[in-house]
């Protein structure tokens, strides 16, 4: 599905507002489905984690943050779409790097507080170049198993 042509990488404004990015919020209007939104159980910053995995291996590529319009947008456009915390915006995996992520599915889990997005991913999906952004693993001490 393609993309919209309307920019989805700078947060809305509050009306009246100097043009800054607004944090995101359950206070913030969103076009997300009301039914949708009624499911979520989002944090006190009104995000929602999202699991994304390689939709063919099941691997996963990495962690993000939605809201409710990120998620909305990710429905919509099938571009996975996220808000950048450290940014305070919304961004398109893919769309300065060219590693895209393109949307199979969307499943929100029992508690409705994370997401669980299967991609089609086209380059790294880390920001370090790697595939993954789970690529270090480390050390576990596991307990005998005994039959």
Do not use: N
């Not at 944090?23 to 006190?44: C, F, H, Q, T």
């Not at 997005?117 to 952004?133: D, L, M, P, Y």
Request: net charge neutral.
């Amino acid at each position: 599905m393609p993309a919209s042509d309307a920019p989805v990488t700078g947060a809305p404004t509050r009306p009246g507002a100097p043009a800054r990015p607004v944090a995101p919020g359950p206070d913030r209007p969103s076009r997300l489905d009301p039914a949708i939104a009624a499911k979520l159980r989002r944090g006190p910053d009104g995000l929602v984690a999202a699991v994304v995995r390689a939709h063919d291996s099941g691997e996963v590529l990495m962690v993000a943050w939605m809201d409710d319009e990120a998620l909305h947008r990710t429905l919509t456009t099938g571009r996975a779409t996220y808000w950048s915390r450290s940014r305070g915006e919304y961004w398109v995996k893919g769309a300065t790097s060219g590693h895209h992520q393109y949307v199979r599915s969307v499943a929100l889990d029992c508690d409705g507080d994370a997401l669980l997005v299967s991609v089609e991913q086209v380059g790294a999906a880390c920001h370090t170049g790697h595939r993954t952004c789970f690529f270090t693993d480390l050390p576990v001490s596991s307990p005998e198993v005994t039959p």
